[in-house]
């Protein structure tokens, strides 16, 4: 078990990190303007499980491999921005089906399809997977009873309950701000293109030049 000192000290910078919006805020918040606030959250759950079996195969010591070769982070981190576009173009063509599916004229996403696409975008964010690697084993106490890999899975564990609550309230913020826009057809045509456009250029910013987390 790490010392008081080290949880608190990773607790803060994960925290500082967290709450700046990168690609796990931006891509539920687009979501939630998109298709709305239940795909947001079930979005958010998926992403929490893809950051979840990275963290464990950071703490078997992949995150060294990917951290120190170039051609594994580039490879991670083009297949995650590569599926972000894709949702997003989608989430664009598909922008005048919103006002259908409030009318009960179109049925959602099934909830496992939506967990899965967040599953699959947060298990390729390298941008996660750089942190993990290397900012998590600065923080392992050396003095401690516990092995290294256990204390790695426990700042990665108080990351993971910190991205959960400033994620729950980025998509309800969203979500209540579409339910706002759905009043008129326009408006919700306007803002489900706009989440897909955002999603886009969520994935070519990452595509470029990578993204805070």
Same mark, same amino acid.
């Given at each position: 078990? /790490?010392? =008081?000192?080290?949880?608190?000290? @990773? =607790?803060? #910078? =994960? %925290?500082?990190?967290?709450?700046v919006p990168g690609p796990s805020v931006l891509f539920i918040v687009g979501r939630a303007l998109a298709v709305g606030r239940r795909e947001a959250v079930l979005t958010m759950v998926g992403n929490t499980l893809g950051a979840a079996v990275m963290l464990v195969l950071i703490a078997a010591g992949l995150g060294t491999l990917i951290a120190a070769s170039a051609i594994a982070l580039t490879i991670v981190k083009l297949g995650g921005a590569a599926y972000l576009i894709y949702l997003g173009v989608h989430a *664009?063509? #598909?922008?005048?089906?919103? &006002?259908?599916? %409030?009318a009960g004229e179109a049925r959602p996403s099934s909830g496992r399809k939506t967990v899965r696409q967040g599953f699959l975008v947060g298990v390729t964010n390298a941008k996660t997977a750089v942190f993990f690697?290397?900012? %998590? /084993?600065? @923080?392992?106490?050396? !003095?401690?009873?516990?092995?290294?890999? &256990?204390?790695?899975?426990?700042? !990665? %564990?108080? *990351? #993971?309950?910190?991205?959960l609550a400033s994620d729950s309230i980025w998509a309800f913020v969203a979500g209540t701000a579409r339910?706002? @826009? =759905?009043?008129? /057809?326009?408006r919700l045509e306007l803002v489900g293109g706009t989440g897909g456009l955002m999603i886009i250029g969520l994935g070519t910013s990452i595509a470029i030049s990578g993204s805070k987390d």
């Open positions: 078990m /790490p010392s =008081a000192h080290h949880l608190i000290a @990773f =607790a803060v #910078t =994960a %925290l500082v990190i967290i709450v *664009f063509r #598909t922008r005048k089906s919103l &006002a259908q599916a %409030l690697a290397a900012a %998590l /084993p600065q @923080f392992v106490d050396k !003095g401690a009873s516990s092995p290294a890999w &256990a204390q790695i899975l426990l700042f !990665g %564990l108080i *990351f #993971t309950l910190i991205a339910e706002w @826009f =759905a009043r008129s /057809p326009r």
